[in-house]
């Protein structure tokens, strides 16, 4: 049976003038207690040793306890506490020693410290209830928060660490210095929350620390939306973040899986994946990225699928060494590149859609920068749908540009290898290449070019098979400077001027064409005389011209003149 006792700091019939006197009574007769509380301002500490309800008979907020130090409430067996103002300084206003604790329509003010301490191996719950300033520390306990208010806090609104658990369901966290949760050795669910206006990650997910996040709402954050680090694992499901610096950040071998979640004006990076980061992304949505949509680097190894971008700069970025698998992404209407891989960094991307957008896929780097494409699209490209600079490696494979300046390009020392690759409306060609890069390609379609269907200058090379080029206004092939390479079975056709324009270093075997094929000079610089010693006479295994030839001469005397007609003796 449950004994009923008053409080009111009026005294009356049989009535306790404070809260104390209350607990005593009942702790005396070890008996559950009832307490139920006049409004009033009580300046006393709680310690309570015994199965308790403390109550606020005239509803929340009429009655304060308070002290101008110390703690406010020790609980150490099953305590609910209804309606009650807790206000406390420098210590933990709240402290769950032992048993559970149920804080119902209460309000706690935790000014310079701790305002709910659960310590290992109780439990503490929270309903409709308020926390200022202080934060709620689950150590090894047990935990559920649900329809809560946490705003301004000194560092993190909830603490959860050493293998504590912990709930929270459709509560607001705001304000809060540094973290809204941080959960650190231990786990926590978030479910239909708020949480905004934090000085560091909303969420924060530490030390093997396992974090799931439903249907939340992440918004006016200083750093990351939600964070994953230190081996940390988890999941995030239908969550939307706003204006937070990077909106999900995975880092230090933590592995996340994210769906079906909207990042959108992040005002650097939509998701970041670095330092040996993973995660699995699937259907989500960044939009209006301030700087990078995805972002995988220092050994981030992300798995992306099914993923959408939209507006901001860069859609997807692996650099420094990352990786990452990238299938089914759509890209649309950003003001830089779809796609960039730079600097040992490596990805695969397949199922891709690239529309309106300065450039498609852009890698550049020493030879351990590679980046493969399959079964993508890329239209409406101001610029070059693909291109391969440094001493990168690209693979495409069943790529289709449509309207582009330049569709497949390779330069410097890059190598791009392209397997039923098209193009369509390209202005300057489908394929390019300059330098001393190499361009391999099999069985490559280029219709209706404004200019040359493929091209190459200065020591590249193009290494054509089964190519058909169809109505390229310039013409089917051009080869300048020393460029060289390959043309084998491959068919030029069309109202273009040229079939093939070459400089006689390229092999053409099978060539199909009715259009004209010009050979042009190769383009040779004047070099230094140079004179070979051949002692015992010489040797020639091909026909030589203009050659000065000395053998069995210390010295040799070179003499060049020139005739009136212009020839040289």
């Not at 700091?9 to 006049?38: C, F, K, Q, T, Y």
């Not at 409004?39 to 015994?50: D, K, M, N, Q």
């Not at 309903?127 to 150590?139: F, N, P, Q, Y």
């Not at 200083?222 to 239908?238: L, P």
Request: hydrophobic share 40%; aromatic share 4%.
């Amino acid at each position: 049976m449950v004994t009923r006792y008053v409080v009111s700091p009026h005294g009356g019939r049989r009535a306790h003038r404070d809260i104390s006197s209350a607990l005593a009574e009942a702790a005396r007769r070890g008996r559950p207690a009832l307490i139920e509380i006049e409004p009033g301002h009580y300046e006393e500490t709680l310690t309570v040793r015994g199965e308790v309800r403390l109550v606020a008979v005239r509803g929340p907020g009429s009655v304060v306890v308070a002290r101008p130090r110390g703690a406010v409430l020790d609980t150490f067996a099953p305590v609910a506490v209804q309606g009650l103002v807790l206000v406390g300084r420098d210590a933990d206003v709240v402290g769950c020693r032992a048993g559970t604790l149920t804080l119902d329509q209460t309000e706690i003010r935790a000014h310079d410290g701790v305002a709910v301490h659960a310590r290992p191996g109780t439990s503490v719950t929270l309903r409709d209830s308020t926390v200022l300033h202080g934060r709620v520390l689950i150590a090894g306990a047990g935990g559920l928060v649900e329809r809560c208010l946490f705003t301004d806090a000194a560092d993190n609104a909830l603490a959860v660490i050493d293998g504590g658990r912990l709930s929270v369901v459709a509560s607001r966290i705001e304000g809060s210095r540094i973290h809204g949760v941080l959960v650190s050795g231990g786990r926590a669910r978030i479910e239909g929350c708020v949480l905004t206006r934090t000085g560091k990650a909303a969420v924060f997910a530490g030390a093997r620390a396992e974090l799931t996040v439903t249907d939340c709402l992440v918004e006016s954050v200083e750093a990351e939306g939600i964070a994953y680090v230190e081996q940390s694992r988890g999941r995030v499901d239908r969550t939307r973040v706003v204006d937070a610096r990077f909106g999900i950040a995975v880092a230090s071998g933590a592995d996340p899986v994210v769906r079906d979640s909207v990042l959108t004006g992040c005002r650097d990076t939509g998701l970041d994946v670095n330092n040996g980061g993973r995660g699995r992304f699937e259907e989500c949505e960044i939009s209006a990225a301030g700087n990078v949509a995805v972002l995988s680097t220092r050994g981030g190894a992300p798995e992306v699928h099914g993923c959408r971008v939209t507006g901001g700069k860069v859609g997807v970025a692996v650099t420094d060494g990352g990786r990452g698998r990238f299938t089914r992404i759509e890209i649309r209407d950003l003001s830089s590149a779809a796609l960039r891989v730079y600097d040992e960094a490596t990805a695969v991307f397949a199922h891709v859609t690239v529309e309106r957008c300065p450039s498609g896929l852009e890698t550049r780097g020493n030879g351990g920068t590679q980046a493969e494409i399959s079964d993508s699209v890329l239209r409406d490209v101001a610029m070059a749908a693909v291109t391969a600079l440094g001493q990168s490696w690209v693979t495409l494979r069943r790529v289709s540009v449509e309207r582009a300046a330049l569709a497949f390009g390779a330069g410097e020392e890059a190598q791009l290898l392209a397997h039923d690759c098209g193009a369509a409306a390209v202005t300057t060609g489908g394929v390019s290449a300059f330098g001393s890069a190499r361009v391999v390609a099999r069985n490559l379609t280029v219709t209706g070019s404004d200019g040359l269907g493929v091209f190459a200058r200065d020591t590249a090379r193009l290494e054509i098979e089964g190519a058909t080029l169809v109505d390229c206004a310039v013409g089917g092939a051009g080869f300048v400077d020393d460029s060289g390479g390959r043309l084998q079975d491959c068919s030029v056709t069309g109202t273009g001027q040229l079939g093939i324009l070459h400089n006689g270093l390229v092999d053409l075997t099978g060539l199909r064409t009715p259009l004209p094929v010009l050979e042009k000079a190769v383009r040779t610089e004047p070099g230094p005389t140079v004179i070979h010693h051949h002692y015992e006479g010489p040797v020639f295994n091909g026909p030589v011209r203009d050659v000065q030839l000395a053998w069995r001469n210390i010295h040799a005397v070179q003499h060049r003149t020139t005739n009136e007609d212009g020839t040289r003796t």
